[in-house]
């Protein structure tokens, strides 16, 4: 009897306890959701000068080694300072990206990976509360930019970004073209898809129709240099993606553009600069100055386009250091 007394009184003891336990555990569930909307209910204030500041140094730190995220950057950057982020200190975000490469020698070759902002926070020690707002950060910068993702949703510019961003993305994986690089010339060579040239034959890239070009063409009206308009044959597609994989096949072909390092470069800075002096446009400024270059970082910077070469090069790379 007393046996079986002690044995129920345990029995209890350990139900209690489990009982306990799951109403602490509940408790701390809770307690992390509430913070966690807490802190997505705090505003994320960001001028226009700031976010172009925040681009140019992670481009800066990211120049000779991999893209990386301005938006995981900042997000960090600013919980740390109470999302004040003008007073983020530009030493200090440098010392967070530096956080985000992995380095590692595989065969002989360097390879640079990206850590995941979960790594880095983790690596970091932050208290749990600035953890957890730098991931609600995170959640918000999404509709924060240049151009705000959260404004027109269904504008021409987002939609023709939408269409052609998977066969861009394949692209960097078949011809090492960026897929910012790509979209960016398709949108300005086509004035976001609303050109004649691309209407009519699906022409995304103003690519002429050369000698070597045996299949179909049109004639259209095009600028060239500064104010100079003439008549040319283009090359006609049946399709935005053959398009898109003959601009591949274009750049591969053209010995200039290898000659260029347009496959050599690691950013989208420099690959518009190594397409530009390899004669892909002559567009001009009436003193005679390039533009080509400029416009193109302009529209990649305006829309983010930098973040899907982030997304590209982390998988591409990440892949080869897990090996």
Do not use: H
């Not at 790509?182 to 034959?201: D, P, V, Y």
């Not at 022409?203 to 009206?221: E, H, Q, R, T, Y």
């Not at 000659?259 to 690959?271: C, I, R, S």
């Not at 400029?294 to 386009?305: E, G, M």
């Amino acid at each position: 009897m007393n046996n079986n007394k002690m044995k129920k009184r345990k029995r209890k003891f350990i139900i209690m306890c489990i009982f306990i336990i799951s109403i602490i555990c509940t408790g701390i569930v809770i307690y992390n959701f509430l913070q966690i909307k807490k802190e997505e209910a705090l505003q994320v204030k960001i001028s226009k000068n700031s976010i172009k500041e925040y681009i140019d140094l992670v481009d800066e730190k990211s120049k000779d080694k991999v893209q990386l995220n301005w938006k995981e950057i900042y997000s960090i950057a600013g919980a740390i300072k109470n999302n004040v982020f003008e007073s983020v200190d530009e030493k200090d975000a440098k010392e967070i990206a530096d956080r985000f490469f992995i380095e590692k020698n595989i065969d002989g070759k360097k390879i640079i990976g990206i850590k995941s902002m979960d790594e880095v926070i983790k690596e970091m020690n932050l208290e749990e509360k600035i953890a957890l707002r730098a991931k609600a950060n995170y959640k918000k910068f999404q509709t924060v930019g240049l151009v705000p993702n959260n404004l027109d949703k269904n504008s021409q510019n987002k939609l023709f970004i939408e269409e052609i961003k998977d066969e861009a993305n394949n692209i960097y994986s078949n011809y090492g073209i960026l897929p910012s690089i790509l979209i960016a010339q398709a949108a300005l060579e086509t004035g976001w898809g609303k050109s004649e040239l691309s209407s009519k034959s699906n022409n995304l890239f103003g690519i002429k129709a050369d000698k070597s070009w045996k299949g179909p063409k049109v004639k259209m009206k095009t600028n060239e240099n500064f104010k100079d308009v003439i008549y040319d044959d283009f090359r006609a597609y049946s399709s935005r993606n053959e398009s898109i994989k003959d601009y591949g096949e274009f750049l591969k072909n053209n010995k200039r553009y290898r000659k260029n390092g347009v496959f050599e470069a690691k950013n989208y800075k420099d690959q518009a600069i190594a397409i530009e002096n390899a004669g892909y446009s002559t567009k001009s400024d009436k003193e005679g100055n390039l533009l080509y270059s400029t416009l193109l970082t302009n529209i990649i910077r305006d829309n983010d386009l930098q973040l899907l070469d982030y997304n590209v090069i982390k998988e591409k790379n990440n892949k080869l250091l897990n090996r």
